[in-house]
């Protein structure tokens, strides 16, 4: 009988190491991409809901009320952050983004009555008019950052990290770098443009304390400031940006996306965004100030159960990036031959980087962001968050809350015993918590 | 209180908050009160933030972190030392520092004029954006580190490391260059350098003449990511 080939595959020289290896081999160099990490890693789908039966009762799913209100910067400012829906748009830049993406973000985040955030790119004025709510980074880099966009934000985002390259920097590749990116940067036009790895004019929390007292004068208390950090040292990062005066903390998990770094970076620097979320809430119990200092949980989250589980186990808000680039339609099976020209297809395309993005996204290309047309952008956007909102809104019913802030710990258990002993949560069906049972 | 005796409106910082004097000072500028002295600063910090309105402020004593942060439009004079970033973000107007700055002076300053009548520390000129910043002593290691745009002029030496990894700009030291940082080189000086530096020079009274001033650039073999140039960094 004749029998077909069976192809061996080494499990250490994975297609994957071997493709990784001989591209070095080619560039002399570490790699760069855009995207996240792949790697799995433990997550929001490692736990599940204990819904109602006859312990607990459900709201009615398709009737009943349960409300979203988040408020972001309760502890000190005068105008805290009052949002209609506890999921907030993650900073992307200008630049990183195409202008289209950028508007069609801050025009959805309107329409859902929320936030987004601005990027490395500094403040784009049509991104201030497009959004209601807009969060102005302080990044390392300092592009753009002005005080006369910093009396027009509602929220100040002092980034120390990101998720998907901790202690790292970017790198925007001088094919984005056009005119109105190097102008709005300072930078001369198509150079390679570094973003720093932390900031130049404060080195440890004792200065942060300072900056914020700086950024609180420049804006006379008026509105809150957020602190970001890449998961790490979570605990010691949390108390520490809290006791240098932050009102809220932005916390990144290693699954979050980035528009260009390290490969490296993003598949072995950080922590997981479930167990950063757990140790920060944590840290804020621990001194005091859980429920005093909001906490706003980013990285890789996609679902409305995601966003549900992260409220259930203490985060305030969810901030989504990579997300919304997929609702509006990256990876996207159209214009394929696009893709094949970056040596990609749709659903494996991570080549942000390059400038080239076949849907119009991640480009300044004047020809590929034509393909995004804002108005429908904006819907595919809206639409999604609408659905994500949908989704929290009927598990927290199904868990008996009319508000979805009220899921708790005890609404979950774990599936997996990774997930148990991150989350600190019990094995499904059994009353074992890893590491601590 | 402030107290307005004619031409000099006097702030007293004894027993005010930061946030009391920065208060006081922008309602000064708005009432377009031109000058305005602070007495006993005694090293306070983020003195005279965020101040976008013209005023002229004479700061009577040392001061401490971000003097004049994201300010534009306004005169500062500090009769005493500064902590750390005087002059950070800066947009506008004149920062004039009769003593020494500690490190970061001019941080990502975008405009306008800082100038130092003494020495500052490590990273002076750091990030900067388009401000001029002036040090008639000597500049400390790492100073316009990733500088993007402006002028730096030290009169003085520069510690190890200057320049590093600079975008554009220009800076013109006096003494000694301890070290160049990545992808930093000297270039010759020009008449057009020579008149530049005389102009900037003879307002604080001194002659350009009486130094060897040497000229620093981007070398911009780092402008591009490539596999070969880690022998630069």
Request: glycine letters at 10%; one cysteine or more.
């Amino acid at each position: 009988m004749e029998r077909e080939q069976v192809l061996k595959t080494s499990s250490t020289y994975t297609p994957e190491v071997i493709a990784a290896i001989q591209e070095r081999a080619e560039l002399g160099r570490y790699m760069i991409r855009g995207y996240g990490a792949f790697r799995n890693v433990p997550r929001f789908d490692d736990l599940v809901f204990l819904t109602t039966s006859l312990t607990r009762l459900p709201l009615e799913g398709y009737r009943e009320k349960c409300t979203t209100k988040t408020l972001i910067g309760t502890r000190y400012a005068q105008r805290p952050m009052e949002l209609d829906i506890p999921i907030t748009i993650a900073g992307m830049s200008f630049g990183a983004l195409s202008y289209n993406a950028k508007v069609a973000l801050g025009r959805a985040a309107t329409l859902l009555g929320t936030s987004t955030t601005t990027g490395d790119g500094g403040m784009l004025p049509a991104e201030r008019e497009a959004s209601s709510k807009l969060v102005y980074q302080c990044l390392p880099s300092r592009y753009g950052f002005n005080p006369t966009d910093l009396k027009k934000a509602d929220a100040i985002e002092i980034v120390v990290g990101q998720g998907a390259k901790p202690g790292g920097g970017g790198l925007l590749l001088g094919q984005k770098v056009n005119k109105v990116v190097a102008g709005m940067r300072t930078l001369p036009e198509g150079v390679d443009q570094r973003s720093p790895c932390r900031h130049p004019d404060w080195i440890g929390p004792d200065d942060l304390r300072i900056k914020i007292e700086e950024l609180r004068e420049a804006t006379d208390w008026e509105i809150p400031i957020y602190v970001k950090m890449g998961a790490t040292r979570v605990k010691d990062d949390v108390k520490l940006a809290v006791k240098a005066g932050a009102d809220a903390i932005v916390l990144d998990g290693m699954e979050g996306g980035t528009a260009a770094t390290q490969s490296i970076f993003q598949e072995h620097t950080g922590i997981p965004t479930l167990p950063a979320l757990v140790q920060a809430v944590e840290a804020l119990q621990e001194i005091g100030v859980y429920g005093e200092v909001q906490l706003i949980i980013s990285g890789g989250i996609r679902s409305g159960p995601d966003v549900a589980k992260a409220l259930a186990l203490g985060a305030d808000a969810v901030s989504l990036g990579t997300a919304t680039l997929i609702a509006m339609g990256c990876n996207k099976p159209v214009y394929i031959e696009d893709y094949h020209k970056l040596g990609t297809e749709p659903y494996h395309c991570h080549h942000c980087h390059t400038g080239m993005c076949p849907v119009g996204i991640t480009t300044q290309d004047a020809e590929l962001m034509q393909r995004l047309p804002v108005d429908e952008a904006t819907t595919y956007v809206a639409n999604y968050l609408q659905s994500l909102v949908m989704e929290i809104q009927s598990l927290a019913r199904a868990c008996g809350k009319s508000n979805v802030h009220n899921l708790e710990r005890e609404d979950l258990v774990a599936l997996t015993l990774e997930a148990s002993a991150m989350a600190k949560l019990p094995l499904a069906g059994t009353d074992f918590i890893m590491g601590q049972s | 209180m402030h107290q307005t005796i004619p031409q000099q409106t006097l702030i007293d910082c004894t027993n005010l908050t930061t946030r009391e004097i920065n208060q006081k000072l922008k309602a000064l500028a708005s009432e377009s009160i031109p000058t305005v002295k602070l007495l006993n600063p005694a090293g306070r910090h983020n003195l005279a933030v965020g101040i976008t309105q013209n005023i002229a402020i004479s700061i009577e004593g040392p001061v401490g972190y971000y003097c004049g942060g994201l300010s534009e439009n306004i005169n500062i004079e500090v009769f005493g030392d500064c902590g750390w970033s005087v002059g950070e973000n800066f947009m506008s107007g004149n920062i004039t520092i009769h003593g020494n700055a500690s490190a970061n002076a001019a941080a990502s300053a975008q405009g306008g004029k800082i100038c130092v009548l003494g020495h500052a520390g490590a990273r002076a000129g750091i990030s900067l954006k388009g401000a001029t910043i002036i040090v008639t002593g000597n500049v400390g290691y790492g100073s316009a580190f990733m500088m993007q745009q402006g002028c730096m002029i030290v009169c003085g030496n520069a510690g190890a490391n200057l320049a590093d990894s600079i975008y554009d700009g220009v800076i013109f030291v006096g003494g000694e260059i301890n070290s160049l940082g990545a992808d930093a080189k000297l270039e010759p000086m020009n008449n057009a350098d020579w008149q530049l530096l005389e102009q900037e020079l003879s307002i604080l009274n001194i002659s350009a003449k009486n130094y060897n001033f040497k000229k620093v650039i981007c070398a911009k073999q780092l402008y591009h990511f490539k596999a070969k140039d880690w022998a630069n960094y």
